[in-house]
């Protein structure tokens, strides 16, 4: 897809576009260096979540609601 084409696409589309591109790029996860500081806010949202795991919503259902706005 070229950039104009992808300037051209709604924000819910592009927000699409990126999960697709992130799924791809993190299939092999381990060559993916993150720093201590965000391993640690990953973690805490982690614990956060099970803490209270009706307070968010699943990937899907978000997905599905951006697409529909798109």
Known sequence: ???EEIKSLSKSKK???INDLWDDISE???D?????ETEELLD???KAF???PSE???W?????ELGKKG
Do not use: C, F, H, W
Not at 32 to 36: A, M, R, T, Y
Not at 60 to 64: F, L, P
């Open 56 to 58: 968010g919503k699943p």
């Open 44 to 46: 805490a949202r982690y």
């Open 15 to 17: 927000l699409l576009l």
């Open 1 to 3: 897809m070229l950039t």
């Open 60 to 64: 899907d259902e978000v997905k599905r």
């Open 50 to 52: 099970q803490q209270n």
């Open 32 to 36: 993916i260096p993150i720093s201590k």
């Open 28 to 30: 092999d996860s381990d």
